[in-house]
């Protein structure tokens, strides 16, 4: 029995009985019955019984677990791109341009003509300038790239930009054999057009986010962290965490959020030197700053590009040629890792290849030598490609490993060819990762892939392509592994494992109702769950109960 301060028992607002529901905590891993007050779970099983409700709700052995995290997604730029003509589907140089040609047609005069999802590997080489210029002449025209690492813009783009721009970003603005710009802009070169183009109204960012939002609850998250906003290759207005405010006011934000800053918003901060805050952003504002609804998190930074644009930065080459890009020196990404360590921030660590990786693990190493913070939870974003020699220095580090598994599935043909029998065997690892007791996180990347929690733990429990090429089948979890890199693992990633990720007396009443139990159903089967209801501080945000 539950009694208030002043003696009486206390009333819940929400009494959930008749479940099965898996909590995630090994002290208590399975309960029939949840108490939920003010948000949070007050009482399980024996805790609540008999205890009067303000709602009763049965769900007949329903299973419950706790509310999907997705560690890394991207809710504007998701919002966004489903409102545009997605060209993912487009497998030939023909089908590309029609779509290209029917957005034009639906796009009033005047304005950019947006697209999404361009890939050039099944086309055989990338579109042009003058590919778009037959279906588009006049026109602006932006088509980001599937991995979010490049674009392709038309003629009229090109020439807003002058001679000294293109110059300044080097190998990021791909050329023709004259030297010309070919309309890819590639990683940061991506800033010439992005900045022509945007930023989008708060209006605008509101809903995007509102609709990505209502997306991951429908799936069961009920916290997302959006990796990068205001600037950088994702971000859509220098204003967007006042269009998350304004989300959150609106009543139009049903996850909690956290909001990563771009380091290249940091800058000389003017504090006192003994501060240890050389670098920062407006008024000093750091990891933590806001509550459990929107916060501001990590301090996201882009060591390197994608796999899928060739952008991923490698020790030995691709099977195709290169070695990919790195936005840092060795010296420059030491320098703003320990900057930004100093002044108290968590690092969100974009490291696809393994010379990211290096870069990444020296730089961390660093920081921590200059200033020890064994609690700081530095994350490493992707861990795409990490080697063996490189396993034992992530855990040493006390890195997070933020894994996208839903990658394997659609991209993992293309990573078998290009990156060789040995080296596909280190990506997007699980069981080494666990093995070595470094901290594992599901996340999505959204929208760059679906961004279904379920999916991801039914692909960490199976590697296998769209293609049926296993990918590292040593690296496969258990289902229970998934499910925690989706709950306790990602809660850790973002900090917030003492508050979400488990059904536990204190925890938030975050929590997402199964058509099935996943650990009864075939592992091949976990994608195919449905998601009957999703709460989130106690309110249903989806479904119904």
Request: net charge negative; glycine share 10%.
């Amino acid at each position: 029995m539950i009694i208030t301060e002043k003696g009486k028992t206390l009333q819940l607002d929400l009494l959930i009985t008749g479940c099965r529901a898996r909590t995630m905590d090994p002290q208590r891993p399975e309960v029939s019955a949840i108490g939920i007050w003010g948000g949070r779970i007050v009482g399980l099983d024996d805790d609540v019984t008999g205890l009067p409700a303000a709602r009763t709700v049965d769900l007949d052995g329903s299973t419950v677990l706790p509310g999907f995290i997705d560690a890394h997604t991207h809710l504007t730029w998701t919002g966004v791109a489903g409102s545009l003509i997605n060209l993912s589907d487009c497998r030939t140089r023909d089908a590309v341009l029609e779509a290209v040609a029917r957005a034009v047609a639906e796009t009033p005069e005047g304005r950019w003509v947006d697209l999404a999802g361009y890939d050039q590997r099944p086309l055989g080489a990338h579109l042009t300038w003058q590919d778009l210029e037959r279906v588009a002449a006049g026109r602006k025209v932006f088509i980001t790239h599937v991995s979010g690492h490049a674009c392709l813009v038309s003629r009229p783009v090109l020439e807003a930009i002058d001679a000294d721009e293109f110059s300044a970003y080097g190998d990021g603005v791909v050329r023709d054999d004259a030297g010309h710009p070919t309309g890819v802009l590639v990683e940061e070169a991506m800033a010439l057009a992005r900045s022509r183009r945007l930023p989008y109204r708060i209006e605008e960012v509101v809903d995007a986010i509102a609709a990505a939002a209502r997306q991951c609850a429908a799936e069961g998250v009920t916290t997302c962290a959006d990796a990068g906003i205001a600037t950088g290759l994702a971000g859509f207005s220098p204003v967007e965490l006042a269009a998350y405010q304004s989300a959150l006011e609106q009543g139009r934000l049903p996850v909690r959020v956290q909001a990563m800053i771009p380091a290249a918003m940091l800058r000389p901060s003017g504090a006192d030197p003994t501060d240890g805050i050389p670098r920062s952003i407006d008024l000093g504002l750091r990891t933590g700053l806001g509550d459990d609804r929107l916060s501001v998190g990590a301090l996201k930074m882009w060591l390197d590009g994608g796999m899928s644009a060739r952008t991923a930065a490698l020790t030995e080459p691709y099977a195709d040629g290169g070695l990919g890009q790195l936005t840092y020196d060795d010296a420059e990404v030491t320098a703003l890792v320990v900057d930004a360590h100093r002044a108290g921030w968590q690092l969100a660590i974009h490291a696809i290849g393994d010379r990211a990786v290096d870069q990444a693990l020296d730089a961390v190493s660093a920081a921590q030598e200059a200033v020890a913070r064994p609690d700081a939870g530095h994350r490493v974003e992707h861990s795409g490609l990490v080697r063996p020699d490189q396993l034992a220095r992530f855990a040493e580090l006390g890195l997070v490993a933020v894994v996208q598994p839903t990658f394997l599935e659609v991209f993992g043909d293309d990573y078998a060819r290009i990156m060789g029998e040995e080296r596909t065997t280190w990506m997007y690892r699980g069981r080494s990762f666990l093995e070595r007791g470094i901290p594992l996180a599901g996340s999505s990347d959204r929208p760059v892939v679906d961004g279904a929690p379920l999916r991801g733990m039914q692909l960490m429990t199976q590697r296998t392509s769209s293609g049926g090429v296993s990918i590292g089948p040593d690296e496969v979890l258990t289902v229970d592994e998934a499910l925690a890199a989706y709950t306790t693992g990602a809660a850790k990633a973002c900090r917030m494992d003492d508050r979400v990720g488990r059904l536990a007396v204190g925890s938030h009443a975050d929590m997402v109702v199964l058509g099935a139990d996943p650990y009864v159903v075939a592992p091949s089967a976990l994608a195919d769950i449905p998601v009957m209801a999703t709460v989130m501080g106690g309110d249903v945000v989806h479904g119904t109960l």
